[in-house]
């Protein structure tokens, strides 16, 4: 079974730090693209990070540039975001996701075959 398992979410304070992991079954984890989608309650899934194979090339939206981190452990086959200087607006919900090649440049929702789940961001 393709599995994509987030965790790490929870409530944080402004200006502090969380770490998301998504725990990825073998297949998923070695497809060409991973990454991380929010969802705001209202507001349309927005790409936040990508990272392709090997971990040597990321993107990041505007809205998390300089404050969230993405890579990859791939002894452990997992994907990490490293979130500082939370805001409220960063409160949603976390996907990991997965995709093939040519999915990580443009952080298009449509173009990644596997989501997890999601794990909940509260930042007050």
């Known amino acids: 079974q393709v599995q994509l398992v987030e965790s790490g979410g929870g409530s944080v304070q402004a200006g502090g730090s969380l770490t998301l992991s998504c725990a990825a079954g073998?297949?998923?984890?070695?497809?060409?693209?991973m990454g991380w989608f929010r969802q705001r309650p209202g507001k349309d899934r927005e790409g936040l990070a990508t990272?392709?194979?090997?971990?040597?090339?990321?993107t990041y939206a505007d809205s998390v540039k300089g404050r969230f981190a993405i890579s990859r452990d791939d002894a452990k086959n997992t994907l990490t975001l490293q979130m500082a200087n939370l805001r409220p607006e960063d409160g949603a919900m976390y996907y990991c996701?997965?995709?093939?090649?040519?999915?990580?440049?443009?952080?298009?929702?449509?173009?990644?075959?596997?989501w997890g789940q999601g794990t909940q961001v509260t930042v007050s």
């Open positions: 996701v997965a995709g093939g090649l040519g999915t990580c440049l443009f952080r298009r929702p449509t173009d990644f075959t596997y």
């Open positions: 073998r297949y998923t984890y070695k497809r060409n693209c």
């Open positions: 990272l392709w194979i090997g971990g040597a090339t990321t």
